[in-house]
């Protein structure tokens, strides 16, 4: 199936540091989600966004919705412990509820 | 708000034997639900996407009369593995929309493990 492309795969950074990630796609969507997954549980919706350009902010976190609706990012700001997961982007095609989801990016956190 | 339950959690089954797995929105309804599988370190990929009161509808490549889904209300989606394989062994997630955002939520998870 489709997946979107996510970078980097894997981030390993010290308790404080800010951190970013972003997806790309060939194809264009109407909503950009972001989730968290902790292992051996079920995606939480961290930020959704709806209009191209639009830039999010929930708590530490921030998200944008690139112009051309092909990419968004997301950064964390002083990253602590509890920010380890894997982190998924999903696009949410044209005219249609189904999600494609991001190949993740598994975020680690050193004390 | 926006709770979504599975049950059961984790489920280990004999090779050929069949497996029921439960999604239920507790808080809200669901007007669609959707269930995923992700295998270990790899993205999550939907398997198909169900609307209360009729028929699923399946991605590309998963065989619809192995992985039975039934939506009969707007609270409950079940997915049933039938005639399952080791190769089924898998963590299969649903999710739930309410129709008034686009928004997906998910529940925590069904580890199926087929010996």
């Known amino acids: 199936g489709q997946q979107l492309n996510q970078s980097p795969q894997s981030m390993f950074i010290q308790e404080g540091e800010d951190v970013s990630m972003n997806c790309t796609s060939s194809?264009?969507?109407?909503?950009w989600l972001w989730y968290k997954q902790d292992p051996g549980e079920g995606p939480v919706l961290l930020i959704a966004?709806?209009?191209?350009?639009e830039l999010t902010s929930n708590g530490r976190l921030t998200a944008q919705f690139g112009i051309t609706r092909k990419d968004s990012f997301l950064n964390i700001s002083a990253s602590i412990p509890s920010d380890v997961g894997i982190y998924f982007c999903a696009g949410q095609l044209d005219n249609t509820d189904k999600l494609i989801f991001g190949t993740g990016t598994r975020l680690q956190v050193f004390p | 708000g926006a709770v979504v339950s599975q049950h059961p959690s984790w489920v280990i089954c004999k090779s050929g034997t069949s497996v029921k797995i439960e999604c239920r929105s507790l808080d809200f309804q669901a007007t669609t639900m959707f269930w995923y599988r992700q295998f270990p370190k790899q993205s999550l990929m939907l398997m198909a996407t169900s609307n209360e009161g009729s028929k699923a509808t399946y991605e590309q490549g998963v065989e619809k009369d192995k992985f039975l889904i039934n939506h009969a209300s707007l609270t409950l989606s079940t997915l049933t593995v039938t005639s399952a394989h080791p190769e089924d062994s898998s963590f299969y997630i649903c999710?739930?929309?309410?129709?008034?955002?686009?928004?997906?939520?998910f529940g925590p998870g069904t580890r199926l493990t087929v010996t």
């Open positions: 194809s264009i969507f109407n909503t």
């Open positions: 966004l709806y209009k191209a350009g």
């Open positions: 999710s739930a929309s309410s129709g008034h955002t686009y928004e997906q939520y």
